[in-house]
């Protein structure tokens, strides 16, 4: 898999020069040498520290990873330098994830210093002399030559505080105990990780105008109360807590409501705040269902083209069948994190894979969504594709963690039939004969 990505990503560079300029790109050959260095680094890495993860999300991140840098270098050569640089860094954290963390659980232990760390990156861009404001979100740090988004990194602690907790409330969460009458009713403390949540996303939509991150924070923590619980009102009451506070938000926030009026009514402000969804509309419509072709349409014109746009950027000149491409490999990647959620035995880890799970897919949706007009423009960046070290970086830390979680997934399996082979149907019986997970859940791992 990792030669095809190769060969995919290298056809696709060579191809867009070609169509650009007529000729092929001067540093095909040690780009291709970056690409397989880059590539067989993580995958030596990952088969020595976790042997028996899923094989298949490493190499799709790969690719999405390549298709990324190829439209980011047909944009600007410069910012596609930035993005190998980061492209090393994220694999060199990749693997020391790995490395760190030779058990998913072992994250567990260190769940309330993990929170601090997602609280107080949360609030950095509110810092003095640091926060930066940017197209009228206040979403960056910069420290010395280093700017970087850190809500990209609180997101997954955040995901690992929740699934931790929620792995241990989850009973408490699921059933009333409180009586009024001769109703049984939830504990209303237990309620706080959700009112808890809804006032903090509150919070960054007002000192932040991120609109975006809340919304991506908020439906975690909903999402993972739903699974934990197996309980329809917090996805209902999840809802209309949030439509509350966006509700809210419009009449407070300038930028949140630019971002619904050009939702709404683009061509009304076709000079100003619509001007951009436009543009990729007619990106989309040239592209049609194949594509003008690698270097053969006009992306650069979208303002923001490379990072919050990159997804028209590659309909235009790849096409619906491109972008349903891209979109597969999106939903293969969740969709073998969310097979790891229902294998795992322990609670924590099930919560945190569907956590981690959701949060890609989530940002795809709303990226795709909000490009196309389905939902307003957030300004959240597609996973490993759009330019940007800050989402690079922590998505090549989530898939790590997912990937950690399937080795400790099959390792269990593992030990497990070897124990209902060693002991045979006598020691536990015909049930345990039969499922190695009975086994597990009375041995343990």
């Known amino acids: 898999m990792m030669v095809l990505v190769l060969a ?17 790109p001067a540093n095909i050959v040690p780009f291709l040498v970056l690409v397989f260095a880059l590539m067989l680094v993580a995958h030596v890495a990952l088969r020595r520290l976790a042997p028996q993860a899923d094989p298949v999300m490493l190499p799709l991140a790969a690719l999405l990873n390549g298709v990324g840098y190829v439209f980011i270098a047909r944009l600007d050569s410069q910012e596609a330098s930035y993005q190998a640089i980061w492209t090393a860094v994220g694999i060199a954290c990749f693997i020391g994830v790995l490395v760190a963390f030779p058990r998913a659980v072992n994250l567990e232990r260190y769940r309330y210093l993990i929170a601090l760390g997602g609280i107080i990156l949360l609030v950095l861009p509110l810092a003095p002399h640091i926060g930066q404001d940017i197209n009228g979100a206040r979403l960056w740090v910069h420290l010395g030559p280093i700017n970087f988004q850190p809500e990209e990194f609180a997101k997954i602690a955040l995901a690992i505080f929740f699934a931790s907790v929620l792995a241990e409330r989850a009973d408490l969460l699921a059933t009333g105990t409180r009586r009024i009458g001769r109703w049984l009713v939830l504990e209303p403390r237990y309620l706080a990780p959700l009112v808890g949540a809804w006032g903090v996303c509150l919070l960054i939509l007002l000192a932040e105008n991120d609109i975006g991150s809340s919304f991506l924070f908020f439906t975690l923590l909903v999402g993972l109360l739903w699974v934990a619980t197996g309980r329809w009102a917090y996805l209902a009451l999840g809802a209309g807590m949030f439509l509350g506070a966006a509700v809210f938000a419009l009449d407070v926030i300038h930028h949140a409501e630019s971002r619904v009026q050009a939702w709404l009514h683009p061509w ?16 989309l419509a ?24 990159i997804f028209a950027s590659i309909g235009e000149e790849l096409g619906l ?3 349903t491409a891209l979109l597969i490999a999106y939903l293969l990647i969740v ?6 959620a229902v294998r795992s035995q322990r609670s924590f880890s099930k919560l945190l894979a569907t956590g981690l799970s959701l949060l890609m897919g989530v940002q795809v949706f709303v990226v795709a969504g909000g490009i196309t007009r389905l939902i307003p423009l957030t300004g959240i960046t597609l996973p490993f594709v759009s330019y940007g070290g800050s989402s690079l970086v922590s ?4 898939l790590a963690i997912l ?18 082979l060693e002991a045979g149907p006598d020691l536990y019986g015909p049930v345990a004969a039969a499922s190695p997970t009975a086994v597990t859940q009375v041995v343990g791992p």
């Open 268 to 283: 009304a402000h076709f000079a100003t705040s619509g001007y951009q969804i436009i543009e990729g509309w007619f990106a």
């Open 321 to 323: 069948v491109g972008l």
């Open 395 to 398: 998505n090549y830390i989530l």
């Open 335 to 340: 969709g073998s994190g969310l097979r790891s």
């Open 286 to 309: 040239a592209g049609g269902m194949w594509g003008l072709g690698p270097g053969q349409g006009n992306p650069q014109i979208i303002p923001e083209a490379s990072t919050d746009f």
């Open 403 to 420: 990937l950690r979680i399937s080795d400790d997934n099959a390792r269990e399996q593992a030990l497990a039939d070897a124990v209902v």
């Open 8 to 24: 995919l990503t290298g056809g696709l560079y060579a191809l867009a020069n070609l169509g650009r300029v007529g000729a092929l």
